[in-house]
C-alpha cells in the first residue's frame, strides 16, 4: 500500500462524516509527521499500512471498520520509547479531531477504548477489540527474516536504554505472551500464525 493510497484511504474515510478538506488534509499531514519522527524505526507508516491492509483482508471479523480504521490511524501516533502514556496521548488526540469531524459519540468512546487496549494487549468486552489486537500482533507470527527484521527495529526503538536493561525489559515481556493461553484473541489467527509466533518469541529470547 504505497503512501498515494494511504492518504487515498483517509480522505475517503474523514469525508464520510466531514466537508472540511483543509481539516482532513492538515490532519493527515500530521499524522504523516509524527509517524516519521526520528527515532522511529518499527511505530511509523509502514506498521501503518501493513495493519489496514490485514484489516480488510480480514474484514468479514470486524463489526465497524470506520471505527477500527480510525483506531489504527491513531493507535500509535504518540510515541516516546521512554514515556508511559503513549496510549493516554494518542487516544485523546484520536478523541479530539473525531468531535471535529462529528464523528459518532458512542463510538469515539469506542475508538478511545480500543487504542487503549493495545497498551497491554488484553481484549475487553469490544466485539472489534481481539481482532486490533490481533492485526497489531500480527507481526510476531512473521516468517523468520521478517521477524527478526522487526526485533532489530524494536531494539532501535529503545536505543536509548543500553544492553543490560533492554534485554531484561524485552525478555519481560516476551515471557508475557508466551504465559497466555494465546498471543491471538481471533480464531483465524490462532490457526494462520500462533505457532510461529511462539516459535519467533522463544528465539528471540534465546538471543537477548
Request: proline share 2%; net charge negative; aromatic share 12%.
Amino acid at each position: 500500500m504505497k503512501p498515494f493510497i494511504l492518504e487515498y484511504l483517509w480522505t475517503d474515510l474523514c469525508s464520510r462524516y466531514t466537508a472540511d478538506e483543509a481539516l482532513i488534509k492538515t490532519t493527515y499531514a500530521q499524522l504523516v509527521a509524527a509517524y516519521s519522527e526520528n527515532g522511529r524505526h518499527y511505530y511509523t507508516l509502514t506498521h501503518i499500512r501493513n495493519m489496514i491492509s490485514s484489516a480488510y483482508l480480514h474484514e468479514a471479523l470486524i463489526r465497524d471498520k470506520d471505527a477500527m480504521l480510525f483506531t489504527i490511524f491513531f493507535h500509535d501516533v504518540v510515541y516516546d520509547a521512554s514515556a508511559k502514556d503513549n496510549e493516554e496521548k494518542s487516544a485523546a488526540a484520536a478523541v479530539e479531531f473525531l468531535h471535529k469531524i462529528n464523528f459518532w459519540g458512542d463510538e469515539i468512546a469506542a475508538v478511545s477504548a480500543l487504542i487503549m487496549a493495545t497498551k497491554t494487549h488484553t481484549a475487553g468486552d469490544h466485539p472489534d477489540m481481539g481482532i486490533l489486537l490481533d492485526l497489531d500482533l500480527e507481526i510476531l507470527g512473521a516468517d523468520d527474516a521478517t521477524y527478526k527484521t522487526y526485533a532489530q527495529q524494536i531494539r532501535q526503538e529503545y536505543s536509548v536504554y543500553p544492553d543490560q536493561l533492554y534485554h531484561a525489559g524485552r525478555k519481560k515481556v516476551l515471557h508475557h505472551f508466551l504465559e497466555k493461553p494465546f498471543i491471538y484473541c481471533t480464531e483465524t489467527f490462532r490457526e494462520q500464525l500462533e505457532s510461529a509466533a511462539r516459535k519467533n518469541i522463544e528465539n528471540e529470547i534465546a538471543t537477548l
